[in-house]
């Protein structure tokens, strides 16, 4: 099964950036994060887990829920960004990454059953 590690969370202040990362490992020979669906996630204290983006596999097209939020990968390191800026307070939560095998987003891609492996999570506060 794929195991995924997020970083690159941390304090921000409002109106900045930061670029998450997930890295993926334990791929099947000959596969690259490029096969898959991946979900970008979010946690708010007190609230649901509620899907912030999702890009499909190769480049097909996938869904954002936010036009401040936008998706990067490198394959040659099976690795897959979240490149987010314009930050709010509001933004403040745990960000998760998430592979859908099927390989593409669908219109039920917030549905957390379509991803079969997922990260930790790492915390993203945004505060002056």
């Known amino acids: 099964q794929v195991q995924l590690v997020e970083s690159g969370g941390g304090l921000v202040q409002p109106g900045g950036s930061l670029r998450l990362s997930c890295d993926a490992s334990?791929?099947?020979?000959?596969?690259?994060?490029?096969?898959?669906?991946i979900g970008w996630f979010r946690q708010a204290p007190g609230k649901e887990r509620e899907g912030v983006l999702c890009k499909s596999a190769g480049t097909y097209p996938g869904y954002s829920t936010d036009s401040r939020f936008s998706f990067s990968r490198d394959n040659h390191q099976n690795t897959v960004y979240l490149e987010m800026k314009d930050l709010k307070p509001e933004d403040t939560a745990v960000y998760y990454c998430a592979t859908d095998p099927s390989g593409l987003c669908k219109s039920n891609w917030n549905n957390e059953e379509r991803y079969d492996s997922w990260g930790r999570g790492t915390q993203v506060t945004v505060s002056s």
């Open positions: 334990g791929l099947a020979p000959g596969y690259t994060l490029n096969y898959y669906a």
